[in-house]
């Protein structure tokens, strides 16, 4: 089995860490006065919106504070609370790569430990490079500040939508099966050791060709 199988590895939604190989300068437009629906293009799907986040951990020497910093995604706009004040900006999103245009916030005044750590928050979201759901469903998301690549962690703490990133295997050969009629359908397992089992759905970016062992790295958002 083994000489005969291929094993095929597709990493989807696996942020690399290089910043100079991902290119953003066809994003300058979109978040500086217009909006990406304003393109002629049509807009790669964002899974992000309608979700919210809270930030859990950052690679800064500075511990967060009792006040949450929140980001939520709208069509294309992003907004939150930076810990004191509310903010808005334009964003827009090409695969793993993210790009955030200037932010507007509020102007209330809140203890120092809490303006520093909105400053960074702030500054961190508009040098945003890079975004990745890991395995436990955190967004992170990859900048550049004072010239080094560092990374904030969110949870989801949106009730109504929830992202989830899983590791599935995916059999060489497919089986007939009856959905709305009959068809082929592929077959999944969680674990090499588990029962393969039928699988009805599509998986967006997959393309399954016959004779493979597939490990696929997928991501779903649950409504």
Not at 30 to 56: C, R, V
Not at 146 to 155: L, Q
Not at 177 to 194: H, N
Request: aromatic share 8%; net charge neutral.
């Amino acid at each position: 089995m083994r000489n005969k199988s291929k094993i095929v590895k597709i990493v989807c939604q696996i942020t690399t860490i290089a910043v100079s190989l991902v290119s953003l300068s066809r994003f300058d437009l979109a978040i500086a006065n217009e909006s990406p629906s304003n393109s002629t293009e049509n807009p790669p799907k964002n899974d992000l919106i309608g979700t919210e986040w809270q930030l859990i951990s950052w690679t800064e020497n500075q511990e967060l504070s009792q006040e949450n910093s929140t980001l939520m995604f709208a069509e294309d706009r992003l907004s939150g609370s930076g810990s004191c004040n509310r903010y808005t900006g334009g964003y827009a999103i090409q695969e793993n790569a993210i790009k955030v245009g200037l932010i507007a916030a509020t102007r209330k005044a809140c203890p120092e430990e809490i303006m520093n750590q909105e400053f960074v928050f702030l500054s961190a979201l508009e040098g945003a490079k890079l975004h990745n759901i890991n395995a436990e469903g955190e967004l992170q998301i990859a900048y550049i500040r004072e010239k080094e690549i560092r990374i904030m962690t969110f949870k989801n703490i949106n009730n109504n939508n929830k992202i989830t990133q899983k590791t599935v295997y995916i059999s060489p050969k497919t089986v007939d099966c009856i959905g709305v009629a009959p068809r082929k359908c592929l077959q999944i397992k969680e674990k090499l050791e588990d029962k393969w089992t039928l699988f009805y759905g599509e998986i967006e970016g997959f393309n399954y060709e016959p004779g493979n062992l597939y490990q696929v790295k997928i991501v779903q958002k649950k409504t």
